[in-house]
Protein backbone atom coordinates (compact mmCIF):
# COMPACT_ATOMS: atom_id res chain seq x y z
CA UNK A 1 0.00 0.00 0.00
CA UNK A 2 1.42 3.42 -0.65
CA UNK A 3 -1.33 5.92 0.40
CA UNK A 4 -3.83 6.00 2.91
CA UNK A 5 -6.06 8.68 4.86
CA UNK A 6 -5.48 8.92 8.07
CA UNK A 7 -7.64 10.68 10.57
CA UNK A 8 -7.12 14.25 10.53
CA UNK A 9 -6.81 14.07 14.51
CA UNK A 10 -4.14 11.59 13.70
CA UNK A 11 -1.91 12.67 10.96
CA UNK A 12 -1.79 16.29 13.33
CA UNK A 13 -0.64 14.98 16.39
CA UNK A 14 1.92 12.69 14.04
CA UNK A 15 3.09 15.45 12.08
CA UNK A 16 3.30 17.98 15.29
CA UNK A 17 5.71 15.19 17.05
CA UNK A 18 7.73 14.53 14.18
CA UNK A 19 8.08 18.57 13.77
CA UNK A 20 9.43 18.47 17.72
CA UNK A 21 12.20 15.92 16.27
CA UNK A 22 13.09 17.79 13.96
CA UNK A 23 13.71 20.81 15.64
CA UNK A 24 15.44 18.74 18.18
CA UNK A 25 17.78 17.63 15.37
CA UNK A 26 18.47 20.71 14.00
CA UNK A 27 19.73 22.18 17.21
CA UNK A 28 22.31 19.48 17.96
CA UNK A 29 23.31 19.54 14.07
CA UNK A 30 23.99 23.71 14.80
CA UNK A 31 25.76 22.68 18.11
CA UNK A 32 28.16 20.81 16.71
CA UNK A 33 28.08 22.41 13.12
CA UNK A 34 27.09 19.27 11.19
CA UNK A 35 25.59 19.93 7.94
CA UNK A 36 22.50 18.55 6.46
CA UNK A 37 19.80 19.14 3.61
CA UNK A 38 15.98 18.44 3.04
CA UNK A 39 15.57 15.78 -0.01
CA UNK A 40 12.86 14.01 -1.31
CA UNK A 41 8.92 15.07 -0.31
CA UNK A 42 10.04 17.13 2.90
CA UNK A 43 11.96 19.77 0.02
CA UNK A 44 8.70 19.40 -2.26
CA UNK A 45 7.08 20.40 1.11
CA UNK A 46 9.00 23.40 2.05
CA UNK A 47 8.71 24.87 -1.69
CA UNK A 48 5.07 24.37 -2.14
CA UNK A 49 3.30 24.17 1.41
CA UNK A 50 6.18 25.98 3.60
CA UNK A 51 5.91 22.55 5.29
CA UNK A 52 4.66 19.40 5.24
CA UNK A 53 2.86 18.16 2.23
CA UNK A 54 -0.66 17.95 3.80
CA UNK A 55 -1.24 14.30 3.38
CA UNK A 56 2.74 13.51 4.38
CA UNK A 57 3.79 11.68 7.33
CA UNK A 58 7.40 11.43 7.52
CA UNK A 59 10.23 14.17 6.96
CA UNK A 60 13.43 13.10 5.08
CA UNK A 61 17.03 14.46 5.87
CA UNK A 62 20.43 13.87 3.59
CA UNK A 63 23.88 14.16 4.70
CA UNK A 64 26.97 13.48 3.70
CA UNK A 65 28.35 10.47 4.25
CA UNK A 66 31.40 12.35 6.64
CA UNK A 67 28.49 14.96 8.69
CA UNK A 68 25.99 11.53 8.68
CA UNK A 69 28.66 9.32 11.15
CA UNK A 70 29.60 12.67 12.88
CA UNK A 71 25.81 13.17 13.87
CA UNK A 72 25.37 9.51 14.76
CA UNK A 73 28.27 9.21 17.12
CA UNK A 74 26.95 12.66 18.68
CA UNK A 75 23.37 11.37 18.87
CA UNK A 76 24.02 8.43 20.82
CA UNK A 77 25.58 10.12 22.95
CA UNK A 78 23.26 13.07 23.63
CA UNK A 79 20.00 12.12 22.61
CA UNK A 80 20.39 8.65 24.69
CA UNK A 81 16.80 8.14 26.61
CA UNK A 82 14.86 10.68 24.43
CA UNK A 83 15.95 9.40 21.04
CA UNK A 84 17.85 6.20 19.46
CA UNK A 85 19.82 5.59 16.28
CA UNK A 86 17.85 2.72 14.29
CA UNK A 87 19.98 0.93 11.78
CA UNK A 88 21.46 -2.24 10.65
CA UNK A 89 24.50 -2.10 12.78
CA UNK A 90 21.96 -0.68 15.95
CA UNK A 91 19.66 -3.85 15.37
CA UNK A 92 20.15 -6.60 13.00
CA UNK A 93 16.27 -6.88 12.12
CA UNK A 94 16.29 -3.63 10.61
CA UNK A 95 16.43 -4.80 6.68
CA UNK A 96 16.60 -0.91 5.13
CA UNK A 97 19.86 0.68 4.40
CA UNK A 98 18.66 4.20 6.07
CA UNK A 99 19.14 5.46 9.21
CA UNK A 100 16.40 6.34 11.61
CA UNK A 101 16.23 8.75 14.72
CA UNK A 102 13.24 6.94 16.72
CA UNK A 103 11.44 8.87 19.40
CA UNK A 104 11.77 6.37 22.65
CA UNK A 105 8.51 5.22 23.92
CA UNK A 106 6.60 5.50 20.54
CA UNK A 107 5.69 2.92 17.58
CA UNK A 108 5.51 3.05 14.26
CA UNK A 109 5.14 0.29 12.46
CA UNK A 110 4.60 -0.19 8.93
CA UNK A 111 2.57 -2.77 7.17
CA UNK A 112 5.05 -4.25 5.36
CA UNK A 113 7.32 -4.50 8.58
CA UNK A 114 3.97 -5.81 10.51
CA UNK A 115 5.79 -9.46 10.96
CA UNK A 116 9.27 -7.44 11.98
CA UNK A 117 10.70 -7.77 15.29
CA UNK A 118 12.15 -4.35 15.40
CA UNK A 119 12.24 -1.55 17.34
CA UNK A 120 10.13 0.69 14.73
CA UNK A 121 8.83 3.99 16.41
CA UNK A 122 7.92 7.53 15.57
CA UNK A 123 10.91 8.44 13.49
CA UNK A 124 13.19 11.29 11.01
CA UNK A 125 14.82 9.36 7.63
CA UNK A 126 18.36 9.80 7.66
CA UNK A 127 19.88 9.34 4.48
CA UNK A 128 23.67 9.21 3.92
CA UNK A 129 24.69 10.46 0.20
CA UNK A 130 28.17 8.59 -0.85
CA UNK A 131 30.33 9.78 -3.76
CA UNK A 132 29.60 8.29 -7.01
CA UNK A 133 32.36 8.31 -10.43
CA UNK A 134 31.72 11.15 -12.87
CA UNK A 135 32.01 7.99 -15.26
CA UNK A 136 28.24 6.89 -16.14
CA UNK A 137 28.92 3.27 -16.89
CA UNK A 138 31.06 3.32 -13.25
CA UNK A 139 28.11 5.18 -11.66
CA UNK A 140 25.46 2.60 -12.95
CA UNK A 141 27.70 -0.47 -12.42
CA UNK A 142 27.75 0.71 -8.62
CA UNK A 143 24.24 2.34 -8.24
CA UNK A 144 23.02 -1.58 -9.37
CA UNK A 145 25.09 -3.31 -7.31
CA UNK A 146 24.39 -1.64 -4.17
CA UNK A 147 20.36 -1.39 -4.88
CA UNK A 148 20.40 -4.88 -5.76
CA UNK A 149 22.32 -6.17 -2.51
CA UNK A 150 19.67 -4.28 -0.35
CA UNK A 151 16.85 -5.21 -1.99
CA UNK A 152 17.98 -9.13 -1.06
CA UNK A 153 18.63 -7.53 2.46
CA UNK A 154 15.29 -6.57 2.71
CA UNK A 155 13.70 -9.36 1.49
CA UNK A 156 14.90 -11.38 4.65
CA UNK A 157 12.72 -9.59 6.25
CA UNK A 158 9.44 -8.86 3.78
CA UNK A 159 7.78 -11.52 2.06
CA UNK A 160 5.39 -8.83 0.47
CA UNK A 161 7.34 -5.74 -0.30
CA UNK A 162 5.57 -2.11 -1.32
CA UNK A 163 5.87 -2.22 -5.52
CA UNK A 164 5.79 0.89 -7.20
CA UNK A 165 5.41 -1.13 -10.57
CA UNK A 166 1.83 -2.90 -11.55
CA UNK A 167 0.53 -5.78 -13.39
CA UNK A 168 2.60 -8.03 -14.68
CA UNK A 169 5.67 -7.17 -13.33
CA UNK A 170 4.57 -6.16 -9.90
CA UNK A 171 3.02 -10.23 -10.08
CA UNK A 172 6.53 -10.97 -10.52
CA UNK A 173 8.33 -9.27 -8.41
CA UNK A 174 6.14 -10.25 -5.67
CA UNK A 175 5.81 -13.90 -6.77
CA UNK A 176 9.65 -14.21 -6.66
CA UNK A 177 9.83 -12.26 -3.79
CA UNK A 178 7.45 -14.24 -1.70
CA UNK A 179 9.45 -17.12 -2.45
CA UNK A 180 12.70 -15.75 -2.05
CA UNK A 181 12.05 -14.58 1.74
CA UNK A 182 11.22 -18.07 2.92
CA UNK A 183 14.59 -19.56 1.42
CA UNK A 184 16.39 -16.73 2.45
CA UNK A 185 15.05 -17.10 6.22
CA UNK A 186 17.14 -20.53 5.91
CA UNK A 187 20.60 -19.06 5.66
CA UNK A 188 22.40 -17.91 9.07
CA UNK A 189 23.74 -14.27 9.25
CA UNK A 190 22.67 -13.64 5.64
CA UNK A 191 21.35 -10.42 6.46
CA UNK A 192 24.62 -9.03 7.73
CA UNK A 193 26.12 -10.79 4.74
CA UNK A 194 23.74 -7.98 1.96
CA UNK A 195 24.01 -5.52 4.57
CA UNK A 196 27.72 -5.09 4.02
CA UNK A 197 27.71 -5.84 0.48
CA UNK A 198 25.15 -2.84 -0.16
CA UNK A 199 27.17 -0.89 2.29
CA UNK A 200 30.94 -1.78 0.81
CA UNK A 201 29.75 -0.94 -3.26
CA UNK A 202 28.11 2.45 -1.89
CA UNK A 203 30.69 3.82 0.12
CA UNK A 204 33.31 2.67 -2.95
CA UNK A 205 34.24 5.99 -3.82
CA UNK A 206 33.90 8.13 -0.83
CA UNK A 207 37.90 8.66 -1.03
CA UNK A 208 37.71 10.50 -4.63
CA UNK A 209 36.69 13.74 -5.23
CA UNK A 210 33.52 13.73 -7.62
CA UNK A 211 30.87 15.78 -8.43
CA UNK A 212 27.68 14.01 -7.86
CA UNK A 213 26.39 11.78 -4.68
CA UNK A 214 24.26 9.71 -4.15
CA UNK A 215 21.37 7.55 -2.24
CA UNK A 216 21.41 4.41 -4.04
CA UNK A 217 18.41 2.40 -2.33
CA UNK A 218 15.20 3.74 -3.48
CA UNK A 219 12.49 1.54 -4.65
CA UNK A 220 13.47 2.48 -8.40
CA UNK A 221 17.04 3.07 -9.00
CA UNK A 222 18.93 6.06 -10.25
CA UNK A 223 16.13 8.77 -8.92
CA UNK A 224 18.59 9.98 -5.92
CA UNK A 225 21.48 11.16 -8.09
CA UNK A 226 22.50 14.75 -7.25
CA UNK A 227 25.03 17.26 -8.27
CA UNK A 228 27.20 18.29 -5.26
CA UNK A 229 26.56 21.82 -6.52
CA UNK A 230 22.90 21.88 -6.40
CA UNK A 231 22.96 21.50 -2.19
CA UNK A 232 26.53 22.40 -1.39
CA UNK A 233 26.24 25.44 0.70
CA UNK A 234 23.14 24.45 2.14
CA UNK A 235 20.39 27.39 2.87
CA UNK A 236 17.82 27.78 5.73
CA UNK A 237 14.55 27.76 4.68
CA UNK A 238 11.02 28.04 6.67
CA UNK A 239 9.40 24.81 7.60
CA UNK A 240 6.17 24.52 9.08
CA UNK A 241 7.58 26.89 11.69
CA UNK A 242 11.40 26.20 12.02
CA UNK A 243 14.10 26.86 9.87
CA UNK A 244 15.87 23.78 8.65
CA UNK A 245 18.69 23.34 5.97
CA UNK A 246 18.15 22.92 2.20
CA UNK A 247 20.05 22.07 -0.64
CA UNK A 248 21.50 25.75 -2.10
CA UNK A 249 20.11 24.97 -5.55
CA UNK A 250 16.68 23.74 -4.31
CA UNK A 251 14.96 24.29 -7.53
CA UNK A 252 17.62 22.73 -9.59
CA UNK A 253 17.48 19.64 -7.12
CA UNK A 254 13.77 19.36 -7.51
CA UNK A 255 13.75 19.54 -11.40
CA UNK A 256 16.13 17.01 -11.58
CA UNK A 257 14.54 14.88 -9.06
CA UNK A 258 10.70 15.27 -10.11
CA UNK A 259 10.54 16.98 -12.99
CA UNK A 260 9.41 20.84 -13.58
CA UNK A 261 5.92 20.09 -12.41
CA UNK A 262 6.79 19.20 -9.20
CA UNK A 263 4.83 22.64 -7.95
CA UNK A 264 1.49 20.68 -8.99
CA UNK A 265 -0.13 18.21 -6.26
CA UNK A 266 0.17 14.96 -7.57
CA UNK A 267 -3.93 13.88 -7.89
CA UNK A 268 -4.51 11.28 -4.79
CA UNK A 269 -4.02 7.63 -7.02
CA UNK A 270 -0.40 9.49 -7.17
CA UNK A 271 0.29 10.06 -3.64
CA UNK A 272 2.92 8.69 -1.05
CA UNK A 273 3.17 8.18 2.62
CA UNK A 274 4.01 5.54 5.40
CA UNK A 275 0.47 3.99 6.48
CA UNK A 276 1.29 2.27 9.70
CA UNK A 277 0.21 -1.03 11.28
CA UNK A 278 0.51 -0.18 14.53
CA UNK A 279 0.31 3.27 15.65
CA UNK A 280 1.52 4.49 19.56
CA UNK A 281 2.40 8.01 20.42
CA UNK A 282 3.48 6.73 23.76
CA UNK A 283 0.85 8.91 26.25
CA UNK A 284 -2.81 8.47 27.09
CA UNK A 285 -3.79 9.84 23.68
CA UNK A 286 -2.48 6.04 22.11
CA UNK A 287 -3.36 5.40 18.71
Known amino acids: MLYREYEPDVLKKLQE ?3 DMLKDFAELCEKHNIDYFGVGGTTIGAVRHGGFIPWDDDIDIGFTRANFDKFVEVAQK ?34 CFKNTKCDFGIFLDLYPFENIPDDEALMKKQAFWAWFWSKLLIMCEVSRPTLYVTGLKKAIISTVSFIGHYCLKLIPNIKRFFYKKAKAIATKYNNQETKRMAWMFDPQMFTSMILK ?53 GDDDNK
Not at 94 to 101: A, E, F, G
Request: hydrophobic share 30%.
Open 229 to 281: EDVIPTKKMPYSGLEIRFPGKIESYLTKRYGPDYMTPPPEDKRHNHPPYILSF
Open 17 to 19: TEL
Open 78 to 111: EFAGKYKVLNADTNPNYVLMSTRLVKVGTKFQEE
